[in-house]
């Protein structure tokens, strides 16, 4: 039995108010929880009371002497005055010696702020700067002069993003703030995450990449503030987004976003300034003799509902996940609706098709069970296949914490030694493709030493027997035959995952499955996926505080877009097109008779293209032929049909062979939502406005849907809608997951976790704490196969592997238009085995051709030992016309239609002339 202690309140009276406040509060909380703003330099919400900078000096009653309130305690009765005479020339002096520090003796950021507040415009010192600016970090400075030692910066690298690049160097007078062995920002492990700099009060450290003067911005002058979601990742990170004069001039993390907790990576921090581009498209385009060329709105629309008329029955489109749910929702109503079709799709078939397959199968759910305050929570964190700090940066950060500061146990499972492995317990680093015979084994092992959970089996699960029978077949030592990973680590892995480290306080604690692509993008992902998601259930491993199963989404909004149904096989909420209760629901909420026939999915309408059943295509927020594997193929696709329709913020590869351009606004200029990765549905809140004459996604396909059902002689069938937030009260009044969801709610509360079925449910942290949606869990066999469609060879010699680059997103369409992010990584690269580049007399910054039986790219030479020997890895980005997947191979897991990214037989060839330009080899001598 455990005794709650209710904590003491104190009285204290400031500037003659009485307020009460909790036993071990300082008088600074206090004093700002009145809302009187004190200047306070060294303290910040993240970090405990330091007292360096004294200038939150106050005057207690009954005192000589004025003390900080930042670290003293509240006592009972006391009387604090922060305004009194002494008070303020005493606080003075303090901040007239803090800016005089500065280069220019007027200081920047908080410091300037609360010295002009003081009546102080520069200080009565003169200037005495004592070092120069580091100017080797691309998105911001270091000035030392500026600089008072707090240590802010350095508990925020060290503390809440737990990368600890930098500390403080030297002693006394000699101190400074720099990377470990004064090594420059650019060569150290900083990530240029720029949590240091908005932690900064100072302006010793400040951003020199965005736009506008950010120094001032900073200070929160000519600007305000918007709260919206990051649109990049899956993590759904809050962003408090300074605007001024339409422009976005500074980004800091949300403190309330309960997904981010004030985070932000490199791109949600400095990578937003693609929202203002030169390279924005504002006009529709029509394509007339050959050439894109402007057109009006009207003409451009009117044309393209007149071609959609004609290809109804021969008309895909393709969905975004950068876009909004409510854009989402419109764009399958209108497919589904209007053009009497299931075939629409989005990049979820390119990520975690497999997951949703398995997950489907096994437990009834195809989202993450869990939220990420489990990670921290969990005694064992079990990785695979994600390189999270590159992937997912934050969910990276909020790992380490768990590993560093709660004593968790981290096992990592890629065949790259990502960077998870420095602070990870032990690294199973598999041969590509090799997952089934391994995550078999580490099952063997629970099974032979009586660890598996045996009453949540019993009482939860069904299949246990039939598949015990096909993981009994898989040692540990057959296993390190097959995946090169040595049978003691298997154990091990296996122990740790099947028994977690107790907490500090000796409680038990369960285990957390993460995972990313590199499960999923293989022939046999789906396999990897139950695999995985056996090793779970195995364990009881669901459904509790500090456990569950989570694949990790990479859209931003590939949750929510799947959620609203941008899927060819479910309505929105994952109903069944194919079941009579479904069909009939959905056909009646919009007044038509709906197709009882699953769509096809995004990579079989390439084949539908070819052949010409699919002449009409419809692609919104997508570049497929970039995206897309096997590029010439297709590439030869796209050009059969009769028909493209493009719509996006930018001209890209689609777009350039399309038949109509239509430009859309971006994620920072309109309202609406994102679901992240841990169902967490969020608002995105309009920032600007958008360029010239974009429009928002869903204003776009409702006049587009208005058109087509007029030519039909239909009625409008619900395509009016006044806003986002109508459209939302639509989607909840249909979708139990979130019916007790609108903007209204999400504005006051915050981001909430579906399922939220009404207005009083305060949402779903943990999914299956008692039951399954499918009732039982189930257990699925698999058996190891061929590691990949397509082996290495005498010709073909080399696997390669692809992946992310933390300092783009995905194709690089909207992050090539990022400077500091180009400038970071202005062309693709190929790790190479140091073994392998010494035998071909290869070096760092060289480049060779890789050659693969569908294409050729130039990359540049990074030599290490990140994977094996006989291993390459390439990041999927295009830049300088060079892009991966012009070498990757088109192969299908049959169950989810996903392509096999993950491994394809490369050779290393010499560049010859070097060209940056990837070439696609002709069809017809692919082999």
């Given at each position: 039995?455990?005794?709650?202690?209710?904590?003491?309140?104190l009285?204290?009276?400031?500037d003659?108010?009485?307020?009460?406040?909790?036993?071990?509060?300082?008088?600074?909380?206090?004093i700002?929880?009145?809302?009187i703003?004190?200047?306070?330099?060294?303290?910040?919400?993240?970090?405990g009371?330091?007292?360096?900078?004294?200038?939150?000096?106050?005057?207690?009653?009954?005192?000589?002497?004025?003390?900080?309130?930042?670290?003293?305690?509240?006592?009972?009765?006391?009387?604090?005055?922060?305004?009194?005479?002494?008070?303020?020339?005493?606080?003075r002096?303090?901040?007239?010696?803090?800016?005089?520090?500065s280069?220019?003796?007027?200081?920047q950021?908080q410091a300037?702020?609360?010295?002009?507040?003081?009546?102080?415009?520069?200080?009565?010192?003169?200037?005495n700067?004592?070092?120069?600016?580091?100017?080797?970090?691309?998105?911001?400075?270091?000035?030392?002069?500026?600089?008072?030692?707090?240590?802010?910066?350095?508990?925020?690298?060290?503390?809440?993003?737990?990368?600890?690049?930098?500390g403080?160097?030297?002693?006394?007078e000699?101190?400074?703030?720099?990377?470990?062995?004064?090594?420059?920002?650019?060569?150290?492990?900083?990530?240029?995450?720029?949590?240091?700099?908005?932690?900064?009060?100072?302006?010793a450290?400040?951003?020199?990449?965005?736009?506008?003067?950010?120094?001032?911005?900073?200070?929160?002058?000519?600007t305000d503030?918007?709260?919206?979601?990051?649109?990049?990742?899956?993590?759904?990170?809050?962003?408090?987004?300074?605007?001024?004069?339409?422009?976005?001039?500074?980004?800091?993390g949300?403190?309330?976003?309960?997904?981010?907790?004030?985070m932000?990576?490199?791109?949600?921090?400095?990578?937003?300034?693609f929202?203002?581009?030169?390279?924005?498209?504002?006009?529709?385009?029509i394509?007339?003799?050959?050439?894109?060329?402007?057109?009006?709105?009207?003409e451009?629309?009117?044309?393209?509902?007149e071609?959609?008329?004609?290809?109804?029955?021969?008309?895909?489109?393709?969905?975004?996940?950068?876009?909004?749910?409510?854009?989402?929702?419109i764009?399958q109503?209108?497919?589904?609706?209007?053009?009497?079709?299931?075939?629409?799709?989005?990049?979820?078939?390119?990520?975690h098709?497999?997951?949703?397959?398995?997950?489907?199968?096994?437990?009834?759910?195809?989202?993450?069970s869990?939220s990420?305050?489990?990670?921290?929570q969990?005694?064992?964190?079990?990785?695979?296949?994600?390189?999270t700090?590159q992937?997912h940066p934050?969910?990276?950060?909020?790992?380490?914490?768990?590993?560093?500061?709660n004593?968790?146990?981290?096992?990592v499972?890629n065949?790259?030694?990502?960077e998870?492995?420095?602070v990870?317990?032990?690294?199973?680093?598999?041969?590509?493709?090799t997952?089934?015979a391994?995550?078999?084994a580490m099952?063997n092992?629970?099974l032979?030493?009586?660890?598996e959970?045996?009453?949540?089996?019993?009482?939860r699960?069904?299949?246990?027997?039939?598949?015990?029978?096909?993981v009994?077949?898989?040692?540990?030592?057959?296993a390190e035959?097959?995946?090169?990973?040595?049978?003691?680590?298997?154990?091990?892995?296996?122990?740790?995952f099947?028994?977690?480290?107790?907490?500090?306080?000796?409680?038990p604690?369960?285990?957390?499955?993460?995972?990313?692509?590199g499960?999923?993008?293989h022939?046999?992902?789906?396999?990897?996926?139950?695999?995985?998601i056996?090793?779970?259930?195995?364990?009881?491993?669901?459904?509790?505080?500090?456990?569950?199963?989570?694949?990790?989404?990479g859209q931003?909004?590939?949750q929510?877009?799947?959620?609203?149904g941008?899927?060819?096989?479910?309505?929105?909420?994952?109903?069944?097109?194919?079941?009579?209760?479904s069909?009939?629901?959905w056909?009646?909420?919009?007044?038509?008779?709906?197709?009882?026939?699953?769509?096809?999915q995004?990579?079989?309408?390439?084949?539908?293209?070819?052949e010409?059943?699919i002449?009409?295509?419809?692609?919104?927020?997508?570049?497929?032929l970039?995206?897309?594997?096997?590029l010439?193929?297709?590439?030869?696709?796209?050009?059969?049909?009769?028909?493209?329709?493009?719509?996006?913020?930018?001209?890209?590869?689609t777009?350039?062979?399309?038949?109509?351009?239509?430009?859309?606004?971006?994620?920072?200029?309109?309202?609406g939502?994102?679901?992240n990765?841990e169902?967490?549905?969020?608002?995105?809140?309009?920032?600007?406005?958008?360029?010239?004459?974009?429009?928002?996604?869903?204003?776009?396909?409702?006049?587009?849907?208005?058109?087509?059902?007029?030519?039909?002689?239909?009625p409008?069938?619900?395509?009016?809608?006044?806003?986002?937030s109508?459209?939302?009260?639509?989607?909840?009044?249909l979708?139990?997951?979130i019916g007790?969801l609108?903007?209204?709610?999400?504005?006051?509360?915050?981001?909430?976790?579906?399922?939220?079925?009404?207005?009083?449910?305060?949402?779903?942290?943990?999914?299956?704490?008692?039951?399954?949606p499918r009732g039982?869990?189930?257990?699925?066999?698999?058996?190891?196969?061929?590691?990949?469609?397509?082996?290495?060879?005498k010709?073909?010699?080399f696997?390669?592997?692809?992946?992310?680059?933390?300092?783009?997103?995905?194709?690089?369409?909207?992050?090539?238009?990022?400077?500091?992010?180009?400038?970071?990584?202005?062309?693709?690269?190929?790790?190479?085995?140091?073994d392998d580049?010494?035998?071909?007399?290869l070096?760092?910054?060289?480049?060779?051709?890789?050659?693969?039986?569908?294409?050729?790219?130039?990359?540049?030479?990074?030599?290490?030992?990140?994977?094996?020997?006989?291993?390459?890895?390439?990041?999927?980005?295009?830049?300088?016309?060079?892009?991966?997947?012009?070498?990757?191979?088109?192969?299908l897991?049959?169950?989810?239609?996903?392509?096999?990214?993950?491994?394809?037989?490369?050779?290393?060839?010499?560049?010859?002339?070097?060209?940056?330009?990837?070439?696609?080899?002709?069809?017809?001598?692919?082999?």
């Open positions: 039995m455990s005794l709650e202690v209710t904590p003491k309140v009285k204290i009276t400031i003659g108010v009485e307020n009460e406040v909790v036993s071990g509060s300082m008088i600074l909380d206090a700002l929880a009145q809302e703003d004190i200047p306070h330099l060294c303290k910040s919400d993240a970090q009371p330091l007292g360096a900078c004294r200038t939150c000096l106050v005057e207690i009653a009954g005192s000589s002497r004025l003390v900080a309130a930042c670290h003293t305690p509240v006592t009972d009765g006391m009387e604090v005055s922060t305004d009194s005479e002494r008070t303020n020339r005493i606080r002096g303090v901040l007239d010696l803090t800016i005089g520090m280069a220019d003796g007027r200081g950021g300037a702020l609360y010295a002009n507040s003081h009546g102080l415009s520069s200080s009565t010192y003169v200037p700067p004592r070092s120069s600016k580091d100017e080797s970090n691309v998105f911001f400075s270091l000035d030392m002069n500026d600089c008072i030692l707090c240590g802010r910066c350095v508990d925020a690298c060290q503390n809440t993003q737990h990368i600890g690049a930098i403080i160097n030297g002693l006394g000699n101190a400074q703030i720099g990377s470990a062995f004064n090594a420059s920002w650019r060569d150290s492990n900083c990530t240029s995450c720029g949590q240091c700099v908005s932690e900064c009060p100072t302006g450290l400040l951003p020199k990449t965005l736009i506008g003067s950010a120094s001032s911005h900073r200070m929160g002058r000519d503030i918007v709260s919206t979601t990051c649109p990049y990742c899956g993590v759904g990170c809050g962003l408090l987004v300074h605007r001024a004069e339409e422009r976005i001039v500074w980004v800091d949300e403190p309330n976003n309960q997904s981010s907790l004030g932000t990576c490199v791109k949600g921090r400095f990578g937003l300034d929202v203002h581009s030169e390279d924005r498209l504002t006009t529709p385009l394509r007339r003799n050959g050439r894109l060329e402007s057109a009006s709105w009207d451009a629309l009117q044309l393209i509902a071609k959609f008329v004609e290809a109804r029955g021969s008309f895909a489109s393709i969905a975004s996940a950068k876009a909004t749910n409510e854009d989402g929702y764009q109503k209108f497919v589904r609706a209007v053009m009497q079709t299931n075939s629409i799709d989005h990049c979820s078939r390119l990520c098709a497999p997951s949703v397959v398995a997950l489907m199968e096994q437990v009834g759910s195809g989202a993450t869990n990420y305050l489990d990670y921290e969990a005694g064992t964190l079990l990785v695979v296949g994600s390189d700090s992937n934050v969910i990276a950060s909020r790992l380490r914490k768990a590993v560093q500061e004593d968790a146990a981290l096992i499972i065949p790259i030694e990502i998870l492995c420095e990870a317990t032990v690294h199973l680093q598999p041969r590509p493709g997952d089934v391994l995550l078999n099952a092992v629970i032979e030493e009586n660890l959970d045996q009453i949540f089996i019993s009482q699960m069904e299949g246990f027997e039939e598949w015990r029978e096909t009994q077949q898989v040692s540990p030592e057959d035959k097959i995946c090169g990973v040595s049978a003691e680590d298997i154990r091990r892995a296996a122990r740790l099947a028994d977690p480290p107790l907490s500090q306080n000796g409680n604690r369960g285990s957390c499955t993460i995972w990313g692509m499960v999923t993008q022939t046999m992902g789906s396999d990897n996926a139950r695999a995985l056996n090793l779970a259930l195995l364990c009881g491993q669901v459904g509790g505080i500090g456990n569950g199963i989570s694949p990790l989404r931003n909004n590939v929510g877009c799947s959620d609203v941008c899927l060819p096989n479910v309505f929105p909420g994952y109903e069944a097109v194919d079941t009579v209760e069909h009939d629901r056909s009646a909420a919009w007044n038509t008779e709906l197709t009882f026939e699953k769509g096809l995004s990579t079989t309408m390439i084949e539908s293209m070819l010409g059943t002449d009409t295509m419809y692609v919104v927020g997508e570049n497929p970039l995206s897309d594997p096997f010439a193929h297709a590439t030869e696709a796209f050009k059969n049909l009769s028909f493209l329709v493009v719509q996006d913020i930018f001209m890209h590869e777009a350039e062979i399309a038949d109509v351009v239509l430009p859309a606004a971006a994620f920072a200029e309109k309202d939502t994102f679901t990765s169902r967490r549905v969020q608002l995105v809140r309009k920032i600007v406005n958008p360029p010239g004459e974009a429009r928002d996604d869903w204003k776009i396909i409702s006049e587009l849907a208005r058109r087509v059902l007029t030519i039909l002689g239909r409008d069938q619900g395509f009016s809608h006044e806003s986002a109508d459209i939302f009260d639509e989607m909840s009044s979708m139990p997951i007790g609108s903007h209204e709610r999400l504005d006051r509360e915050g981001g909430i976790q579906w399922p939220c079925p009404d207005v009083e449910h305060p949402g779903t942290p943990r999914l299956f704490t008692e039951e399954f039982r869990g189930k257990f699925v066999g698999v058996q190891q196969g061929p590691p990949a469609a397509e082996l290495p060879s010709r073909f010699p696997t390669l592997i692809t992946g992310r680059t933390l300092y783009h997103w995905h194709g690089g369409v909207i992050t090539r238009r990022v400077k500091g992010l180009v400038d970071m990584v202005p062309v693709v690269t190929v790790d190479i085995n140091i580049a010494v035998q071909l007399n070096h760092d910054g060289d480049d060779v051709q890789l050659a693969s039986r569908r294409g050729e790219i130039i990359a540049q030479v990074k030599t290490g030992k990140r994977q094996r020997r006989g291993e390459l890895f390439v990041p999927f980005v295009q830049l300088e016309g060079v892009a991966a997947n012009f070498l990757t191979n088109d192969e897991d049959t169950l989810a239609g996903i392509p096999e990214y993950k491994a394809c037989a490369v050779r290393i060839e010499s560049p010859g002339t070097p060209t940056r330009r990837g070439k696609k080899r002709s069809l017809k001598n692919h082999f």
